[in-house]
């Protein structure tokens, strides 16, 4: 993959983005002592893949570039954004799978990863595929502080707590997975109607989130949902182009969900609350792919690339790709690693408020 002036100003970005963060934590390996991660199959480490669900990633070809070539349950080649905002803030290992950690104790020092595949603000969303909903997940981290303070004592664990940084990354699920494909929602309710639902759930998480003791909290925005290989190839099959809809969908709620947190930012005492676009950044690969090196952006890489996800996406799905990185997408719905590495600078560029 080449090296476009996009590519380099978002290196050079990241490199000034760590030197702050060097300058702000002097003498300290990590730059945050814990990484919480929420949400769905985007930043799912493998919380799914002892679950009887369709919606795993515990098979090749998942997981062929990543270390020892191992499928562990990530939705994507190699690495996750997630995975390289953690190496860049200075952690050797990544936040582990919460439901794969037995036992947990030490373990869960450094954070753990409670993301359950097609999992959404609607607890509905996460019960159509029997994922672990937003609600669930909650109660796992409740269990975490009390296992944090059996080890590492009420001092300690309080610390780790109002330091850490919490990530949340879910919705995407909510209308992909559920409102789009669902005359139960969309016969009710307008998806104007619906991102109010999804947002009064938001609401109640991050209040209850922070209720618990977290300060520091990222949530990415939903992405460019019409640009999603398998949504123009479901919903738009006559042409090659974004389903124009669900994008106005996703600036709508983007938009709100902007408006929200910046309520509740007013509302919540210590909230660092940092709302983290991943819009714009994944529409730019997608709609000038050559900008960042890239030569594919309307299929995925596994198989015909135009649907295939989750248990479709296997061994032997015909036509996966040799090379990887030359597409921004790995399957029809989740962004390969070299795409995942472009939208980390992003992430990390935009949440460095959380750092210092």
């Known amino acids: 993959m080449g090296y476009s002036r996009s590519s380099i100003f978002r290196s050079f970005v990241v490199v000034v983005v760590v030197f702050v963060a060097l300058v702000v934590n002097v003498g300290n390996g990590q730059l945050v002592p814990a990484l919480f991660i929420f949400g769905d199959s985007v930043v799912d480490v493998g919380n799914n893949n002892h679950r009887l669900t369709l919606v795993k990633a515990n098979f090749p070809p998942y997981g062929r570039d990543f270390q020892n070539h191992y499928p562990t349950g990530r939705f994507c080649n190699g690495k996750l954004a997630t995975d390289f905002i953690v190496e860049i803030l200075g952690f050797t290992s990544y936040p582990p799978a919460y439901m794969d950690l037995k036992p947990r104790g030490k373990n869960l020092l450094n954070g753990t990863n409670f993301a359950s595949a097609a999992s959404g603000y609607l607890d509905a969303t996460a019960t159509l595929y029997n994922a672990v909903s937003l609600s669930h997940q ?39 997975q ?64 974004c389903v124009s809809n669900f994008n106005n969908d996703a600036i709508n709620f983007n938009a709100k969900l902007n408006a929200t947190s910046q309520k509740l930012r007013q509302m919540l005492p210590g909230l660092n609350l940092v709302i983290l676009d991943i819009y714009q950044p994944l529409y730019d690969l997608v709609t000038k792919p050559q900008d960042y090196g890239f030569s594919e952006a309307r299929r995925g890489c596994c198989g015909t690339g135009l649907v295939e996800t989750a248990i479709l996406c296997n061994k032997k799905s015909i036509g996966t790709c040799a090379n990887a990185t030359e597409y921004v997408f790995w399957d029809g719905l989740h962004p390969t690693e070299a795409a995942n590495q472009v939208l980390a600078n992003d992430l990390l560029a935009a949440g460095i408020s959380l750092i210092s």
Request: net charge neutral; with cysteine.
């Open 178 to 241: 559920n409102f789009y494909i669902n005359p139960l929602l969309n016969k009710v309710y307008t998806a104007d109607k619906f991102s109010d639902l999804l947002l009064q759930r938001y609401s109640n998480f991050i209040q209850n989130l922070h209720a618990l003791g977290a300060r520091r909290i990222g949530v990415t925005t939903l992405p460019p949902m019409g640009c999603l290989p398998a949504c123009i190839t479901l919903f738009n099959p006559h042409s090659n182009e």
């Open 138 to 176: 909650l109660e796992y981290y409740k269990d975490c502080q009390n296992q944090l303070v059996e080890t590492a004592g009420q001092s300690k664990a309080a610390s780790i707590i109002s330091d850490a940084i919490y990530i949340v990354t879910a919705g995407s699920s909510d209308f992909i």
